[in-house]
């Protein structure tokens, strides 16, 4: 360490923090679009930047990341970003703070190398500053030290982050739980954790997302015999649906392929790149001979084959459905293929989860899912929170990383334990919990919300956008084109009327009449006056379509007139 270093470090130690504010900008109430700012005095550092899957009313919409206008704001003040880990939702909003920002960003290997095929896949062609970490690095700062420790999730190379100041430690621990026989890789640094229990812990942002959950979560150690056993008791082709970051599953997947004599085809390029990448950094252990081209599966005896897939964004479902609908590019489900599901639903989508798991059935599928441990969950349980909880000894917890009944029966967890409810904060997106000296409290709200991505477009599409594809969803578009002569004040030709989602035209075309006599008449009328405005007159013709329509057929289709001037 040279003089400069160990002058900042004593400089950090002599001055005391005067202010540390936490705030949540994605993560809270909700799964994934993890984002949490750590204010430390004037300093600004940001834990994670992830998506989340758009919810079912989100028509049309392909991911959600954080709105991050109050970090803009204030830029010059931001100096880094931490990755706890290197799932989608952790770091597939980096892109946009990137954008936005000039600031470096810290991971582990495995992590900041799936960041770099993310900003590739958005269009970042800036050079980003990114900055390799392990379990035993400090950074140091004007106003703290940030250290890392080893915790165990689905994925490599996951770490919680610690920022040392003179009111105690504020910890977020990521996604973690804590596994005794963890898949390859990983282990998790217990010791670590409980020194910086000993030496003071402010506050703890912790995961949520099983608080419901009784008891520990399994271990991987059983989906490995489960995910063999389905190989080595079909007589036909095996597909394996996974999350494409999922990199424990995918190592699962091909051992139980060399166990069982079987040749392994990738279905999905997001896969094939995580596959790749994998194996590269030494994450992924195979042979080459093992894996055979989507196109070569139907060379080889059914028995001999098994087949990996997950879908554009790495979800495990669409390609499933697509295959099961007969509709895939390369592959389609046969009578007596065994289709085994190695995930859980996403919030929100178990409806689609469902329906998919129905069409495999009906296409001639045996689907092994929920019932065997194909899958289990990279998220702690109730006992691991405690004992995450008695290792760290925060004076305060905020619950993070989970919907709010996740945050609340976490809190509960806490309060078991010992923990006062009053030092307990379940905090909203955009909530401030300050704390100065000894003193703490929720301060005001900062700006939040949504940032909506729908193909190259990032933030274009907003609430006005999503209503009119909710009502064009609902009841359908009626479009009116007419051609008038400006200056004689005629109707030139139509109106034509065009509708989509609303009436079946063949078997409406009475009511297709009756409308456009109905137009006919208003800009007869209007063409009458002295001066004609289009505006009014394109007003004058929603207003009586909308009564007539609705009076017809109880609906309240989209109207859009279009005149033409001739």
Known sequence: MDGYETRRIQILKKKNTENVRIIALGGVGEIG??????????????????LMHPENEM??????????????ERADRVKA????????????????????????????????????????QYGHNRKADLREVHSKSVITFESTKVSFFKTIHSI?????????????SIVCTGDFKFDQTPAYHQSCDIGEIAKIGNSGVLALL????????????????????????????????????????????????????????RKLAIAGKNLQNVLQLGRKLGYIEAEDEMFIPVQDVKKYPKREVAIVTAGSHGEPLAALTRMAKQAHKQLNIEEGDTVVIASTPIPGHELIYSKTVN???????????????????????????KLMLNLLKPKYLIPVNGEFRMQKAHSKIAEEIGMKRSDIFLIEKGDVVEFRGQNVKIGDKVTYGNVLIDG?????????????????????????????????????????????????????????????????????????????EWSTLKQAMRDALNQFLYEKTKRKPMIIPIIMEV
Do not use: W
């Not at 204010?39 to 994670?48: G, R, Y």
């Not at 597939?92 to 190398?113: D, E, H, I, R, W």
């Not at 079946?504 to 007869?524: C, F, K």
């Open 59 to 72: 028509l049309g919409i392909d991911v959600v990341i954080p709105d991050i206008s109050y970090l803009v």
């Open 33 to 50: 679009k993890n984002l949490y700012v750590i204010e430390i005095d004037s300093d600004i550092f940001v834990v994670d930047a992830g």
């Open 359 to 385: 069409l495999l059935a009906r296409a001639g599928a045996q689907v092994i899912f929920a019932q065997k441990r194909v899958h289990v969950s990279g998220h702690g349980s109730q006992e691991e929170l």
């Open 206 to 261: 912790s995961d949520s997302a099983n608080a419901e959950r009784p008891g520990y979560t399994p271990s991987e150690a059983y989906v490995s015999g489960e995910i063999s056993d389905a190989m080595n008791s079909s007589e036909n082709r095996v597909i394996i649906a996974v999350f494409a970051s999922n990199i424990n599953r995918i190592q699962q997947v091909i051992q139980a392929a060399v166990q069982n004599g």
């Open 456 to 532: 190259l477009g990032v933030g274009d599409i907003g609430n006005i956008v999503l209503r009119d594809r909710r009502l064009l969803s609902q009841d359908g578009i009626l479009i009116v084109v007419i051609s008038l002569d400006k200056q004689k004040k005629n109707l030139v030709s139509g109106p034509e009327i065009i509708t989509r989602g609303f009436v079946y035209v063949r078997e409406s075309e009475g009511l297709i009449v009756q409308a456009t006599e109905l137009v006919r008449s208003i800009v007869t009328e209007a063409t009458e006056t002295s001066a004609v």
């Open 156 to 168: 490599p190379d996951s770490v919680g982050v610690s920022f040392k100041t003179s009111l105690g």
């Open 81 to 120: 970003i931490f990755l706890t880990h290197g799932h989608d939702e952790n770091i597939g909003g980096v892109f946009y703070l990137l954008n936005k920002l000039s600031v470096p960003v810290y991971g582990t290997k495995l992590t900041l190398a799936l960041l770099r095929e993310k900003l590739k």
